[in-house]
């Protein structure tokens, strides 16, 4: 029912930046919870960022300094501005949203981020 579409993945060198955008389908919905997750090879899928929609963060403490996440109410979106990114930041990144009115998680498909020499 609700679909989350990703945007902004690619291949960055060591220092450089990446903006990661996602955006909820429709605007009627009322989105709890969003955030950023991501998975490197051979790891787990590990929480990046999280933002309520009063708009506390949270980040994990590798990103911390370094990653902002942000939210647009009206617009159903959630951002991850990504800055001095470095070689371990290299995972497929996942967008995830909670809907207030079914009380589900949905997920992007997922988008890759590469940060290499």
């Known amino acids: 029912q609700v679909q989350l579409v990703e945007s902004g993945g690619g291949l960055v060198q060591p220092g450089g930046s990446l903006r990661l955008s996602c955006a909820a389908s429709?605007?009627?919905?009322?989105?709890?919870?969003m955030g950023w997750y991501r998975q490197a090879p051979g790891k787990q899928r590990e929480l990046v960022a999280t933002?309520?929609?009063?708009?506390?963060?949270n980040y994990t403490d590798s990103v911390k300094g370094r990653f902002t996440i942000s939210r647009d109410n009206r617009k159903n979106t959630v951002s991850l501005q990504m800055n001095s990114l470095k070689p371990e930041d290299t995972a497929v990144y996942y967008c995830?949203?909670?809907?207030?009115?079914?009380?589900?998680?949905?997920w992007g498909q997922g988008t890759q981020v590469t940060v290499s020499s």
């Open positions: 429709g605007s009627i919905f009322i989105m709890l919870n």
């Open positions: 995830n949203a909670k809907c207030l009115r079914t009380m589900t998680d949905y």
């Open positions: 933002i309520t929609s009063g708009g506390t963060t």
